[in-house]
Each structure stands twice: as structure tokens, then as C-alpha cells.
């Protein structure tokens, strides 16, 4: 058995790399079938089926393509190019090429031939009468998803699954002996037995019904399915987890600094269950002691192991209203590894030592154990430092100076972020309330305060440490990156600024300081929060990577994530790198590059972001269907060809008002000033105006809600949350 399993291992180290095999195909200048190019490369008759698993390989990559016939081409010798297939709601779809460049227009007969997520080779077609490119499908190279979940439907005896990604917009048949048990109108997910092709729908099988689609908590259950989100532990993590125990040994705490009788304590909100970080603060002199101290998950989660690996598929905790999918099993996220109070945690401390002015002087990482005094929320914080209310939490004089401290370091600190430029976008968050049976029964705006804020300053000093503690050492760990505006971006925000009177500074290259500046001054217009969201907008989206770019939101040259490894995968990588920093070493991550970790770290946060999205969109359907034929005030937040979007007063809830439903009129749609305009009528509507609107059409699978502009009596405060309009009632003009 040794010998054999050595000459396998002399064998591949002999097979030509993808390069040698690109070059002969390249060479050859016709297509060869794999048979001819064995013979070009010399491959012996034993390595053969290692070498044609090689190919198979590159053919699934697209770098190489294989014709009827089986012989092997360059794609770019037949003008084929590789991409992902990109499915609309609306039939058609897109293919975004893995070069680059503009997306390929995929018409509704090509969608026919592949699912949303494919990877596929196609042939670019001429461009169409309406001067768009467009590609034709040749050959799934891969699939993007092989189940899906949907919802069961009959007609006229035929079985069929109407997926809930919309993006996914076909058809699935069911085989009769597929169906088993499932209901019409159940949420099932299903596995594709048989693709579809130009000629035929895809076939299906029933895996596993979730259902019915009013079912209590089925919205979740179809998120975690629809975006491939992680949600079953494996048995190996869930072992290495019950091996760790529930509490600190001795022998952990060898070696690390005691800070058990300093009064740390947490700071949360009322909900949270996995703490990972703590605080204190103390004058020292003229200046301030500033201790963040972050539950040290990298102790107990060891790189390569089982719960690393369950970690690092999941890439972050998930937080859905009612539930919480962790990135670690829950013995470790809300028990050995978060924060309890009145218990002993090993943390990584950041002790910083901060000048009069809130500028960081110096600072230490370490490893050290805790004991957190006290278990605080953000209400009863501030109502100490606003109000001098104390908790029985506070019954430490120690706890309250901490916190007096606290707040004068959060003002000193805050004084530089304005100085510094940082955009501050006040964006109001909303938060569902349940009933016993799970029904939203109201949607109330989530208050931030000066505890928040605090506690926000204070891991963002932590942060910015780290980042620079990497920087000084010269290895790689992973950056939070936030690039400014691309220059199609700003082109476009600058046109509509200037119709709104408005400037953005900076020209080409706008600083931080300059959309700071803008900010300040549409604080008090009544258009601030569209205004706000646009600027918003025209900056790029936060990722992860391995290169220094820079925060361009918080104006930091270099910023990292270190602050919460409990729920976030890259700080658990940060705090690796450190560790191994204050070990003289380097640290490696085991079977992924830093780019690699990048890109997944940002793909996993994307996909949590659509996946609570989603749901959210799902619960306001169910909650405005209570409304059906109510009248609300709203702002037009967009302006399309095919009509307006307004979101409702106090409640964050988007809707479309059709074009049909604007008067018999033909409207012109003018997308650099954002308006519809009447051409009879001469109406215009525009962004940020403001509209009463009616509630005409839910559809909760589609999440789409319908609204009719209204033109009778007017409620001067819009719906109550209970759902009867309690404001006094006032004729309101027509709508204009």
C-alpha cells in the first residue's frame, strides 16, 4: 500500500500544470480532442485518469471548452466568453463575464436554457436593435444551485414549485412519485433531477417540506434557504464545543494580565445574548486609561479545527427578528466566550492611553482575564448619564465612575471624528414588535443615544489600534475597506445636487470632509434623509480585504474589525494576527489566501444583509396586509420609468405607486433630474416630495406592496400603529 500510494504521488508531480496544458492547445491552433493532446504532452497511459479529472476541471472553470464533439478549444479562438448567469424577476437575465467589463443582455428564451447562478459559456451576438450586447447560451459549465425552495402549486393536474427567488424565474416540474406528502401552497425545497434546457422545464424532487406559507417563522426558514445560509452545526464542531466546557480553567489564565478587580462591565442592547466586548476607563493625570477588552474566541477556536472551519463557512452570526443563526454554537457565542457578568472570561485587551484632546498616545495589546462587574443596556446607561438614574447593576461607585469617564473620553473623541471629517449619516433604524403569535404589531423607530455612541467610539479607537499595530509589523491580516465614490458615481450625484442648489466639494476626488461639510448643511432641509441616502449611495460598499485603502466613511487611513470575533469571522482572524505579532511570528491562515478570506468574509456579510432583507420584507408585507385600503403619508424615495417609490411615515415601509396609477396621462421620465412628468397634464412628481398615498395590492411572495395616490381627506399624522387612523382629519389639496 506505501509503495503504491508513493508512486501516485511521483505520478501527478509529473502531469503537465494547466499552463504547459493552455499552451499546447494554444499551439496546436484547431481543437484537439483529449486523446491527441495526451499524446502532445507525453502523458503516460497510468496518469490518464488523473489527467483528464485536470481537464475536466479547466472545461468547468472555462478556461477551456469543450465542443459537440469533445475536443477542446480556447474560448477566446470561438469568441466564447465564461460568466455567471444573473436571472430578473421579470423573465430575462444577464451575464456578468469573469473578465469583466458590461454585463451581456440574456433574452427570456436564453434564461430557458440555465438557472440564476450558473456559470456558463456563451457567445457574444451582435448587438440587438435596441443597442444592447447580448449573449447566447452554449453550455452550463456549472450549477449555481441545485436545490431550491418554493412554493407547491397544481393545475390541471400537473405538480409544479414556483420558487421564491424571484431571480429564479421558472417553472418546476414535479415527477408524481416526487411530491410524497406536500400540500398545495406548501413551502418545500426541492432538488433539480433534471435541468432545464431550451426545450423542457427543469425536473424536481421534494427534499424536504418547510410548511405552510402562514406558518409562524417560515419566512426565516425559507431566508436560510433561498441565500444558502449555514444553520446545522457539525457533529465535529458541536463535540469540540461540549469538550471546552462551560467555564475558565487555571491553567488558561496562566500567563495573562489579571484585570479581574478593575470595574469592566458590557454595554448592549436589551435583546443581546453574546457579549463580546467590555470596558473602563479611569483619569490618568491630565489624560485617560482606556481598557477594551474583547472576549478572546481565538483561544478555544483554533485554526483549522472543526468550529474554525464551521466559522469560517459562516463568516458572521445572522440576525433575524425572533432569531439568531451564530457563527459559533451557542455553548461558546452566548456562554465560555461572551462576556457574562460575575464570571471569569480570558480576553485580548486594547489598553490605550488617551490625551486631554481624545487623541490615542499609546496603546498594548495583551492577553488577559476578566471579570465583568455588570451586565448594562444602552437605556439604563443613559438614563444614569442623562438623569443620574442608577440600576442595581450600579451600585458600584467604581462601575459609575468608570462610566462618568466614559462619557467625558466619548465627547473628547467625538470632538475628533469632527475634526477629522468622519460622515456621520443619521439614519433611523426600525424595530418589530410581536405578538404571542409572532405577528409584527407594530414597527417603532429604533432610538440611538449617547450610550450608544459611547460605546461605538470607544471600538472604533480599539479598531483603528489594531489596524496600525499590523501596519507597524508589516504582515498581512485582513483591512475594512470603504472606498469614496467611483467617477460614474459622483458624476451622477453631482447633476442632481446642483438641481437641488446644493455643491458637493472636492471635485474629482472629494474628501471626507467635504461630504461631512455637505451634511452639515442640509441638516435642517426637509429633503435631509433622501438627500442623506443619496450621498450615501455614491460611495462604494464596505468590504474586507488584505490591501490598505482605507475607511473613506470614518476618514481612517487604516481601519480593521477586531472588536467582535464572537459574531464576525475576520476579527477572529485579527486577533490571530496580533497574537501571533506579540509572539514574534507570523500567522497564515491554513488552506485559504488573504485575498481569498477577503472576498469570502464580504461574499458571507452580502449574503446575510439580502437574507435579513429579505425577511424583513416578508414581515412588513404581512403586517401591511392588515392595511389593505388604508390611506398613509409618504415620501417619494425614487422616481423609475414605471413609476414612483414611497415610503411611509414612520414605519420605513417602501411601496410603488404605477405609473397606471398616476392619471390618464403619458409621462416622461427624465433620470438625471429623478421626475415623471405629465405631458398633457403637465404634473410632475419628483423625489422627496411628499404624497398620501392608499393601500391597494400586498403580495407577500413577490414582496412588492402597491399604492394609489390619494386625493381625499387627509390624516394630519398618518396611521396610528394600531392600524385606525387616529389623527384629526383635514381636506387636503388634490395631488399635483
Avoid at 127 to 144: M, Q, Y
Avoid at 159 to 185: H, I, M, S
Avoid at 476 to 495: C, I
Wanted: hydrophobic share 40%; with cysteine.
Amino acid at each position: 500500500m506505501a509503495s503504491r500510494s508513493s508512486f501516485s504521488c511521483r505520478s501527478r508531480a509529473h502531469l503537465p500544470d494547466d499552463g504547459r496544458v493552455l499552451n499546447a492547445v494554444r499551439e496546436a491552433g484547431i481543437p484537439l480532442l483529449p486523446l491527441e493532446l495526451m499524446k502532445r504532452l507525453q502523458v503516460n497511459a497510468i496518469d490518464r485518469a488523473v489527467f483528464k479529472a485536470q481537464l475536466e476541471q479547466l472545461v468547468k472553470r472555462g478556461v477551456l471548452f469543450a465542443n459537440r464533439k469533445g475536443a477542446l478549444c480556447l474560448p477566446a479562438a470561438l469568441d466564447v466568453v465564461v460568466g455567471t448567469v444573473l436571472g430578473h424577476p421579470d423573465g430575462y437575465g444577464f451575464l456578468e463575464l469573469d473578465e469583466g467589463g458590461d454585463d451581456l443582455y440574456l433574452s427570456p428564451q436564453e434564461m430557458f436554457k440555465a438557472l440564476h447562478g450558473d456559470k456558463v459559456a456563451a457567445r457574444r451576438l451582435v448587438r440587438s436593435e435596441r443597442g444592447r450586447a447580448e449573449a447566447e447560451i452554449l453550455d452550463v459549465l456549472e450549477r449555481g444551485q441545485r436545490d431550491i425552495v418554493g412554493r407547491l402549486h397544481q393545475r390541471h393536474g400537473v405538480w409544479f414549485v414556483v420558487a421564491e427567488d424571484r431571480r429564479v424565474n421558472q417553472d418546476f416540474l414535479l415527477t408524481p412519485e416526487g411530491r410524497g406528502t406536500a400540500k398545495v401552497d406548501d413551502i418545500v425545497v426541492v432538488e433539480v433531477v433534471e435541468p432545464p434546457s431550451a426545450s423542457h422545464e427543469a425536473i424536481v424532487r421534494i427534499k424536504e417540506v418547510l410548511g405552510a406559507a402562514n406558518n409562524d417563522g417560515i419566512e426565516i426558514e425559507i431566508a436560510l434557504r433561498k441565500h444558502a445560509l449555514p444553520f446545522v452545526f457539525s457533529e465535529a464542531a458541536e463535540r469540540s464545543a461540549e469538550k471546552l466546557g462551560d467555564c475558565v480553567k487555571p491553567s488558561d489564565i496562566k500567563g495573562r494580565r489579571d484585570l479581574r478587580d478593575l470595574p469592566l462591565v458590557t454595554i448592549d442592547g436589551e435583546t443581546a445574548r453574546d457579549f463580546d466586548d467590555a470596558v473602563y476607563a479611569t483619569r490618568a493625570g491630565k489624560n485617560f486609561r482606556l481598557i477594551v477588552a474583547i472576549a478572546d474566541v481565538s483561544h478555544y477556536v483554533k485554526d483549522g479545527g472543526a468550529l474554525d472551519r464551521a466559522a469560517r463557512e459562516r463568516g458572521n452570526s445572522v440576525y433575524f427578528p425572533r432569531r439568531v443563526i451564530p457563527m459559533l454554537p451557542e455553548t461558546l457565542s452566548n456562554g465560555l466566550c461572551s462576556l457574562n457578568p460575575a464570571a471569569d472570561r480570558l480576553v485580548m485587551a486594547c489598553d490605550m492611553l488617551v490625551s486631554a484632546k481624545g487623541i490615542v498616545q499609546h496603546y498594548e495589546f495583551y492577553p488577559a482575564v476578566i471579570h465583568s462587574q455588570a451586565r448594562l443596556t444602552y437605556t439604563e446607561v443613559w438614563n444614569y448619564l442623562s438623569h443620574g438614574a442608577t440600576h442595581p447593576a450600579m451600585k458600584s461607585e467604581e462601575v459609575r465612575e468608570s462610566l462618568d469617564t466614559l462619557y467625558i473620553l466619548f465627547k473628547r473623541f467625538f470632538e475628533q471624528r469632527q475634526k477629522r471629517g468622519a460622515i456621520d449619516f443619521e439614519t433611523t433604524e426600525m424595530e418589530m414588535h410581536f405578538d404571542a403569535r409572532g405577528k409584527i404589531e407594530k414597527i417603532t423607530p429604533l432610538v440611538r443615544n449617547d450610550a450608544h455612541r459611547l460605546i461605538e467610539e470607544c471600538m472604533l479607537a480599539a479598531n483603528v489600534c489594531a489596524a496600525e499595530m499590523i501596519r507597524a509589523h508589516h504582515v498581512q491580516s485582513l483591512f475594512r475597506v470603504h472606498e469614496g465614490p467611483t467617477p460614474e458615481k459622483l458624476a451622477a450625484l453631482r447633476t442632481f445636487l446642483a438641481l437641488c442648489a446644493l455643491r458637493l466639494g472636492g471635485g474629482e476626488k472629494p474628501t471626507t470632509k467635504d461630504y461631512a461639510k455637505l451634511l452639515e448643511q442640509i441638516r435642517e432641509r426637509d429633503d435631509k434623509d433622501l438627500l442623506q441616502t443619496l450621498l450615501l449611495r455614491s460611495l462604494q460598499r464596505a468590504e474586507y480585504s488584505p490591501d490598505e485603502k482605507g475607511h473613506f466613511g470614518l476618514a481612517y487611513p487604516a481601519y480593521t474589525h477586531f472588536t467582535s470575533p464572537i459574531r464576525r469571522y475576520p476579527d477572529l482572524l485579527v486577533h490571530r494576527t496580533l497574537k501571533a505579532i506579540l509572539a514574534g511570528k507570523t500567522y497564515q491562515p491554513k488552506g485559504d489566501s488573504w485575498d481569498a478570506l477577503g472576498e469570502h468574509c464580504s461574499m458571507t456579510e452580502r449574503r446575510a444583509d439580502e437574507a435579513t432583507r429579505d425577511v424583513e420584507t416578508w414581515l412588513k408585507c404581512l403586517y401591511m396586509q392588515r392595511h389593505l385600503n388604508e390611506v398613509m403619508m409618504g415620501t417619494v424615495s425614487g422616481v423609475t420609468n414605471f413609476g414612483l417609490f414611497v415610503t411611509l411615515d414612520g414605519l420605513s415601509i417602501d411601496g410603488l405607486v404605477h405609473v397606471t396609477e398616476l392619471g390618464r396621462d403619458y409621462f416622461r421620465f427624465d433620470a438625471v433630474r429623478h421626475t415623471l412628468t405629465g405631458q398633457h397634464g403637465g404634473v410632475v412628481y419628483t423625489l422627496a416630495q411628499r404624497v398620501a398615498v392608499r393601500v391597494i395590492r400586498v403580495d407577500s411572495d413577490a414582496g412588492k406592496i402597491d399604492f394609489s395616490l390619494w386625493e381625499g381627506e387627509l390624516p394630519d399624522a398618518g396611521i396610528s400603529q394600531g392600524g385606525k387612523d387616529k389623527s384629526t382629519v383635514k381636506r387636503a389639496k388634490k395631488v399635483k
